[in-house]
C-alpha cells in the first residue's frame, strides 16, 4: 500500500509570486484535502477535492486553488505570495464521506521572502 | 460552531510514568473525534479516533482515549511514557459538513529519562 506523497519537500518563493505543491493520494483513495499548518499552530483547512471538484473550502482566499486528476493526484496552487503563507502544507487522503482518519504527507514546507 | 481546545502548550513527564494530554471539544450533534502526533518537520500520524461505542478507544504505540460526552472531553492517555513519546500531539473533530478536520493548537510533550 502506497501512502501519501508529496513534493517538493521545501521550497522558497519571494512575495508575488506563485507555487504549486503536488501530492499523490494513498493507494485506493479518492478524496483529496489540503491543511495549512503555520508555525506553532494546528493544521487549518483549506479545502476537499472529490471527483476532481472542490467539495468543501475552509477560510482561505481564491488565490488559494486546487485541481485534482483522474488518478486521484491533487495540486494547491497559491497566487500573489504573501508572507504570511510561510508555512508546512499538509495532503490528506481519504475516502469520501468516510468517518475514519485521515492519511497526511510529510508535507511542503513554504518559506516566502 | 465546531471547536477544539488543548488547554495545556505542554506537558512534562517522567519515563515511566502515565501521561494524559487533555482535549475538550465543542460540536452540534455526536462527535467524531482523533487523536493526531506529529514529529519535528513531519507530517500527522494517526492514533486513535472515537466514532461510536465505548468510552475508552484504544490505539497506536500504547496510546488509548477516553471519550467523556458530558465533560466534553476527549484525552489522551497512556499508562507508562516513553522518551520516543516526545512530540506534538493534536486533538481534532470532524466538522458538521464533514468535510474536514478542526484541529486543537496542538500540545507538546516532554518524556524526560
Known amino acids: 500500500e502506497t501512502g501519501v506523497t508529496q513534493s517538493p519537500t521545501h521550497l522558497i518563493k519571494t512575495r508575488g509570486q506563485q507555487v504549486t505543491l503536488r501530492c499523490s493520494s494513498q493507494?485506493?483513495?479518492?478524496?483529496v484535502s489540503w491543511y495549512q499548518q503555520a508555525l506553532g499552530q494546528g493544521p487549518q483547512f483549506i479545502f476537499q477535492?472529490?471527483?476532481?471538484?472542490?467539495?468543501g473550502r475552509g477560510n482561505f482566499p481564491p488565490r488559494f486553488s486546487g485541481l485534482q486528476f483522474p488518478n486521484y493526484s491533487s495540486e494547491l496552487n497559491v497566487n500573489a505570495l504573501e508572507l504570511d503563507d510561510s508555512a508546512l502544507y499538509l495532503c490528506?487522503?481519504?475516502?469520501?464521506?468516510?468517518?475514519?482518519?485521515?492519511?497526511f504527507g510529510e508535507g511542503s514546507r513554504l518559506t516566502v521572502l | 460552531a465546531q471547536s477544539v481546545a488543548q488547554p495545556e502548550d505542554q506537558v512534562n513527564v517522567a519515563e515511566g510514568n502515565p501521561l494524559t494530554v487533555k482535549c475538550t471539544y465543542s460540536v452540534s450533534g455526536n462527535p467524531y473525534l482523533f487523536w493526531y502526533v506529529q514529529y519535528p518537520n513531519r507530517g500527522l500520524q494517526f492514533l486513535l479516533k472515537y466514532i461510536t461505542g465505548d468510552n475508552l478507544v484504544k490505539g497506536s504505540y500504547g496510546f488509548e482515549a477516553e471519550f467523556n460526552k458530558s465533560q466534553t472531553s476527549f484525552h489522551l492517555k497512556k499508562p507508562s511514557a516513553l522518551v520516543s513519546d516526545s512530540a506534538l500531539y493534536f486533538c481534532?473533530?470532524?466538522?458538521?459538513?464533514?468535510?474536514?478536520?478542526?484541529f486543537g493548537k496542538g500540545t507538546t510533550l516532554s518524556v524526560s529519562s
Open positions: 477535492y472529490y471527483r476532481e471538484e472542490e467539495n
Open positions: 493507494s485506493g483513495h479518492n478524496t
Open positions: 490528506a487522503s481519504s475516502f469520501f464521506l468516510d468517518t475514519g482518519e485521515l492519511f
Open positions: 481534532a473533530v470532524r466538522d458538521q459538513a464533514g468535510t474536514a478536520l478542526i
